[in-house]
Nanobody, 125 residues
């Protein structure tokens, strides 16, 4: 059974930090890229960051470059998103996602195979 289990969301003041985790199971971890999407109320879901699990190559949306860092622990099949200097506009539901490596040329919902249940991030002033 495929599972992507997120944790680490919560509420934080602007300028603060949070670390999200995504534990993957039920599929061949090294054959996928893993990453995060987020969805703010009334807005479309957007890709935030992804990592190619075999090579460790990372990509970020322009809106989070320099503030967010995606990483992984291969031995634990777990991926992380360190979020620093959080802004009000970072508020939303964050979803862990996995797509076959060959489909990770872009980070779009239509290319994703597996989804987590989501974890809420709320940034307040």
């Amino acid at each position: 059974q495929v599972q992507l289990v997120e944790s680490g969301g919560g509420s934080v003041q602007a300028g603060g930090s949070l670390r999200l985790s995504c534990a993957a199971s039920g599929f061949t971890y090294g054959s996928y890229c893993l990453g995060w999407f987020r969805q703010a109320p009334g807005k479309e879901r957007e890709g935030v960051a992804r990592i190619f699990t075999d090579a460790g190559t990372t990509y970020y949306a322009d809106s989070v470059k320099g503030r967010f860092a995606i990483s992984q622990e291969k031995g634990k099949n777990t991926m992380y998103l360190q979020m620093d200097s959080l802004k009000l506009e970072d508020t939303g539901m964050y979803y862990c996602a996995a797509a076959p490596s060959g489909r990770c040329w872009a980070w779009r919902e239509s290319l994703v195979t597996f989804w987590g249940q989501g974890t809420q991030v709320t940034v307040s002033s």
